[in-house]
């Protein structure tokens, strides 16, 4: 399992190196000639792990504000479920919980990833234009908006499911080393 920093930062590096993707499109020379950069190449693979998770209704690091913060999902829940010693009750609901936003989550991040599409093609056919951009970037907001939306919510939905010393334990588990 990778530690909450690196999917935060690897959300980071897929969310800021998508413009430059979109601008050269997947394994393409820059418009100099040139093959792509290191860093380039590391923001490509972060950005398929990116359509990847967000397909199956991840939330690839979208909720880390709530989690940072005391207010832990579902899914890391029910992964840490011993060592937080939840009831049965917890267990049932927090199983609900995830089921609910992974089904809430998946057509919205559908329309995430199929609006991230359209702005790289757009590029990719040399059709950017101001006004056809614009329409592109909101559409693509709107929709991350959208996913990320569902995952704070949930993660404010699990929050009230816990004691205050499962709360503690979850912090220690997930941000103290």
Known sequence: ??????????????????????????????????????????????????????????GFGMAFPADQNGYPGPLHVLELKDRLRLTPEQERRTRELLDAMFAEARPKSARLLASEARLRDLFARRGADDAALRAAVVDAEQARADVRLVHLRTHVKTRDLLTEDQLRAYHAARWTK
């Open 1 to 58: 399992m990778r530690s909450p920093l690196s999917l935060v930062l690897a959300g980071m590096l897929a969310t800021t190196a998508a413009p430059a993707l979109a601008q050269h499109g997947p394994g393409a020379h820059s418009h100099t000639g040139a093959v792509p950069s290191t860093g380039h190449l590391t923001a490509q693979a972060c950005l398929a792990e990116f359509d990847a998770v967000v397909a199956e209704g991840r």
